[in-house]
């Protein structure tokens, strides 16, 4: 530092350029280095933002004496320091992002307000005096009546009312308004139930659990293991010993859905309190869970993709559990990977990183192969369970009610009649993919995502009777008559996850038929409560991939997948590895308890390669097949890739700033080729318009990753600056995992 200056904050505020903020700091502050990672609010033009100290250091000199200074320090404490801070340095180098929006992204949203960091005390319910009295003049059976009762027994915490009574919430808010109950705040300490006893494991599962207790600073481990396999069993030994070393662990799941299972799992197994985080609960929720943490409190934290972010003080494990899942990648703003981030972490907390699946992804195999990895392997399933059979369904030429051969109707009545549940996969939901004039061929097209090259047929909803788009949400009524040729002749064509339900209703109305896709799922725990309606009776699941990622389904005995054609030809050269994936998950459903289990896969192309590779050799033979391929073809991951995206209200727009961005991520003259990143574009995105706006895209491949970032640091500080960039909205996605 200048001994002629005074030090002033270098702040990273959540705004696009790759800059930090100098301010002075607030009157009668001197700053200092424990400054860094505290959040200020700070004034920017008009406005007041809140950001955080990346550093101290000496102002420049012509901003002597003019510049303004902080408003209010948030944090007595820096809340983003150590390892946390230096990783999220790392992550805005990574992905070529401006630090600001790296830390933003980092902290839940309620501390990215300013708010103070929240409480950590756990809440419990109590029954009150007047609640005791009223308790016998609840309606027998009612919901009031049952949480009553339960809190009649003692206090008891939320997560355990949520463990024991659906939906109790709506009952609790009722009794509360009354003064019958009251919500009172508890250590979270209390809350610890007593750990009991796991199964006794396999030979395969105590050989991964061994490795894990052996393991000595940071080792990545891939968790290999079929389904069915007890990977959440050495997932939780490895957790015991990591809380029996009082350390801390951090699991990673990739759907909100799996999230309540495994709490309830943990719960019971760990004797502590488990914390959660995800999109499914509140700002407070998610601040309280950080702070826990922060603070050391939180030993054992499961959540989605943005619980990478989690503090670890006392780090001891990372788990990523389906660790292949695209639902890791985020999509938008900082386009970062959760397992790869975990890695990252990992190496720095030095501490083991598990990573877990039945269908491991291409790059992690990749580098288990290549010794970057350790590689754990559970061959069989756990206990008396054993893999499904698998059968091809060929519907050429064949009669089919709702996208449903005969032929799998006939297996779903055996199936319910041996007193088995089915499974019914359609990753499509709604009532129909499209809506279609029979007299003369005109279809619904979104009219936000259409483009003149290429239509997007809105999906049909409600029997017929509305019309949604699943790209931008745009919806609208079914019209009466065609708008071409006032014909009535409308017709959905195919089937959704709706008219499938809508027909196996019909044709099976002795059993529950359920349906669990993204429609039928919006309120809380609702997953949890449709399969705790279905119970152990036999009956119908219909789902999309939401029931494809591990849940545990012990009566399931027959999985029937309709629509694998669709995935079978494809641009993306990661769509096989994702219908393997997918195909494996959802058939690993069937068969995982005392059930003899079968799958039916349906198509019109039963001699399809990549069907007759699964079903020979599973996913470890169509891994080989898919790595010599992707190897030949030089693409990922024997090579590195980056994505240019801009868009805009018109379509020239997106295209001259790519043009320009180009010319800028053109390779030196004289560069050797270990060293060129070559380009691919621009053009228009697979998909060229989504909500009302043109896409385009420029694609970066590498041989190396050092390539690859040398020629993005060279040139994405230039391409901000481009008068282009001012007329379209663009992202630079690093490593990504969707061409659309």
Not at 176 to 182: A, D, H, M, Q, T
Request: hydrophobic share 40%.
């Amino acid at each position: 530092m200048s001994d002629a200056l005074p030090p002033v904050f270098q702040v990273a505020l959540p705004l696009p350029p790759l800059r930090l903020f100098d301010y002075a700091p607030p009157p009668g502050h001197a700053a200092g280095d424990d400054d860094v990672g505290r959040r200020v609010r700070v004034p920017f033009g008009p406005r007041e933002l809140v950001g955080v100290v990346a550093g101290v250091g000496p102002a420049e000199p012509a901003s002597e004496g003019r510049l303004r200074p902080v408003h209010a320090l948030l944090d007595g404490t820096p809340l983003l320091h150590g390892e946390l801070l230096a990783s999220l340095q790392w992550l805005a180098r990574y992905t070529h992002a401006p630090l600001g929006e790296v830390l933003a992204t980092a902290l839940p949203a309620a501390l990215r307000r300013g708010e103070p960091l929240p409480d950590t005390h756990a809440w419990a319910w109590r029954l009150t005096e007047a609640g005791a009295t009223a308790l016998p003049g609840l309606r027998q059976g009612s919901r009031p009546r049952r949480l009553a009762e339960l809190l009649s027994a003692g206090d008891r915490d939320e997560d355990g009312l949520a463990a024991q009574l659906d939906d109790w919430r709506t009952a609790a808010r009722a009794l509360e308004k009354r003064g019958l109950v009251e919500r009172i705040a508890v250590p979270a300490s209390q809350l610890a139930p007593d750990p009991r006893p796991g199964p006794e494991p396999n030979g395969e599962q105590r050989e991964a659990i061994e490795a894990l207790r052996a393991a000595r600073g940071f080792a990545p481990m891939l968790l290999d293991g079929v389904t069915g396999s007890g990977k959440t069993e050495v997932y939780l030994q490895a957790i015991a010993d990591c809380l029996a070393r009082g350390r801390q662990a951090l699991v990673l799941v990739p759907e909100i859905g799996l999230t309540p299972q495994l709490l309830g799992r943990f719960r019971a197994r760990l004797g502590v309190p488990v914390h959660a985080t995800h999109s499914g609960l509140n700002d407070g929720e998610r601040a309280r869970t950080w702070a826990a943490a922060w603070r050391g409190e939180a030993r054992v934290v499961v959540g989605t993709r943005s619980a990478v972010f989690t503090p670890l003080p006392e780090a001891g494990l990372i788990v990523i559990d389906e660790e292949h899942d695209g639902s890791y990648k985020q999509q938008d703003g900082i386009r970062y990977h959760a397992r790869d981030f975990a890695l990252v972490r990992g190496k720095a907390l030095d501490v083991p990183v598990l990573l877990g699946s039945a269908t491991p992804s291409l790059e992690s195999l990749y580098n288990a192969g290549a010794g970057r990895y350790g590689y754990l392997r559970l061959s069989r399933r756990a206990g008396a369970a054993r893999p499904p059979a698998v059968r091809v369904v060929d519907v050429r030429k064949r009669a089919l009610e709702a996208g449903l051969s005969l032929q799998m109707l006939d297996a779903i009545r055996a199936a319910l009649d041996g007193g088995g549940q089915v499974l019914v996969f359609r990753n499509r939901r709604g009532y129909a993919p499209v809506l279609l004039c029979h007299d003369c061929g005109w279809s619904a097209q979104c009219p936000r995502c259409s483009a003149p090259e290429q239509g997007r047929p809105m999906t049909v909803h409600a029997q017929g009777r509305r019309l949604q788009c699943h790209h931008c949400g745009h919806r609208r009524s079914a019209p009466p008559a065609c708008p071409d040729c006032a014909s009535l002749g409308l017709q959905p064509q195919g089937a959704g996850t709706e008219r499938i339900e809508e027909v196996l209703a019909a044709r099976f109305s002795d059993v529950p038929v359920l349906r669990i896709d993204r429609g039928s799922t919006q309120r809380r725990d609702a997953l949890a409560r449709l399969l705790g309606e279905l119970g152990d009776r036999p009956g119908i699941l219909i789902g999309t991939q939401m029931l494809a990622k591990g849940h545990d389904l012990p009566d399931l005995s027959l999985v029937c997948v309709v629509g694998v054609d669709e995935g079978l030809f494809s641009a993306d050269f990661r769509a096989h590895e994702k219908l393997a994936q997918l195909l494996i998950q959802v058939a690993g459903r069937a068969g995982r308890a005392h059930r003899a289990g079968e799958v039916l896969l349906q198509t019109h192309h039963p001699d399809h390669p990549l069907l007759a590779t699964l079903i020979d050799g599973g996913y470890p033979a169509f891994a080989g097949d898919e790595m010599a391929q992707r190897e030949a073809a030089g693409f990922p991951p024997y090579a590195h890739m980056a994505m240019l995206r801009a868009e805009s209200q018109h379509a020239e727009p997106p295209m001259a700033f790519l043009h320009a961005a180009r010319r800028l991520l053109e390779p030196p003259r004289g560069a050797p080729d270990a060293d060129v990143a070559s380009l691919s574009g621009p053009m228009p995105a697979p998909m060229p318009r989504r909500a009302g706006v043109y896409r385009a895209q420029l694609l970066l491949l590498a041989p190396s990753r050092r390539a690859l970032h040398a020629a993005l640091a060279r040139a994405v500080p230039a391409i901000h600056t481009l008068p282009e960039a001012r007329k379209v909205r663009w992202s630079l996605d690093v490593d990504p995992v969707d061409l659309y």
